[in-house]
């Protein structure tokens, strides 16, 4: 079941980055990641009294609330530059740096989870995927080139913030049911998210977004909770060196539809890198 949620997260998490490039092309992405971080927590909330772990909450302990909300910081900071990225970047550009979350993850995972069965493979598909990553990774993208508006380091940054949000998530849904602990650290997200807009004084921006952006930000926040549900079950029950690598399997769906849908294409290097992510990825899933 974990393995089948963790394929489930990959999809929606890949419809999220299209629906989200549709959301925040006027409208702006502090803004839009607050609004998307409502719909999460409703949806979240809403599974959590379905599966009835709502009545659990009183029997959370100290050290793993703590970790919940610590992890909820994390996510919400990695959205913040996401979105920022995104919002000024190609799509095809910034998911797979955004993806390099998963070397970072891996090397935390065997560090501080001892996760050190099938080593040599999980080595071996970090390596490739790692390789993968810097193929799809232009000089340009580096220096500040065509469109960049320094959307290269809030992608890095969202990494970085990603890959801590994964390892304090473990910590923090051990013993916790995983729709509870998810809706814990959506209610932290929105805090942080909410916040960041009132500190920059953007708040009168929420009452005038565009209706059809507003619909796709809904509709990302929709994807992204059920993403969300469905990875950290996946968490909660699986191995998170393997859990992690087939999320980020959901740069293919994002890679595909920025195609299709923003017209944007890959190069023949970055198309090998994409092969090579994917090859990565695939190896730590099957042989991890």
């Known amino acids: 079941m974990w393995l089948t949620a963790a394929v489930g997260s990959?999809?929606?998490?890949?419809?999220?980055?299209?629906?989200?490039?549709?959301?925040?092309?006027?409208?702006?992405?502090?803004?839009?990641?607050?609004?998307?971080?409502?719909?999460?927590?409703?949806?979240?909330?809403?599974?959590?009294?379905?599966?009835?772990?709502?009545?659990?909450?009183?029997?959370?302990?100290?050290?793993?609330?703590?970790?919940?909300?610590?992890?909820?910081l994390a996510t919400g900071a990695s959205w913040i530059c996401y979105f920022k990225a995104l919002s000024v970047g190609d799509v095809n550009k910034v998911v797979p740096i955004d993806k390099s979350s998963t070397v970072l993850t891996v090397v935390l995972a065997i560090i501080f989870f001892r996760e050190t069965n099938n080593l040599a493979a999980k080595l071996t598909g970090t390596a490739i995927l790692a390789a993968g990553i810097f193929l799809m990774i232009e000089r340009r993208d580096i220096r500040g080139g065509e469109k960049s508006g320094g959307w290269f380091i809030y992608a890095v940054m969202s990494a970085v913030f990603a890959a801590l949000t994964s390892i304090l998530a473990k910590v923090g849904i051990s013993g916790v049911e995983s729709n509870l602990g998810t809706a814990i650290r959506t209610g932290v997200v929105l805090i942080m998210a909410w916040a960041v807009v009132f500190m920059k004084g953007k708040q009168g921006e929420a009452r005038s977004i565009d209706r059809r952006e507003l619909v796709f930000i809904i509709l990302s926040g929709v994807a992204t909770g059920a993403s969300w549900l469905c990875y950290y079950y996946a968490l909660a029950n699986g191995v998170v060196s393997v859990v992690v690598p087939i999320d980020k399997l959901s740069i293919v769906a994002s890679v595909a539809f920025s195609y299709f849908v923003f017209k944007e294409k890959l190069t023949k290097k970055s198309f090998a890198g994409l092969c090579l992510m994917v090859a990565g990825t695939l190896i730590m899933a099957i042989w991890a």
Do not use: P
């Not at 490039?21 to 959590?48: F, H, N, P, Q």
């Open 10 to 72: 990959a999809l929606f998490a890949g419809a999220t980055s299209i629906l989200a490039k549709c959301g925040i092309k006027r409208t702006d992405s502090d803004v839009a990641t607050a609004v998307r971080t409502g719909v999460v927590l409703i949806l979240s909330w809403l599974m959590a009294f379905v599966a009835g772990s709502v009545g659990t909450i009183g029997e959370i302990g100290a050290r793993s609330l703590v970790f919940l909300v610590l992890s909820g």
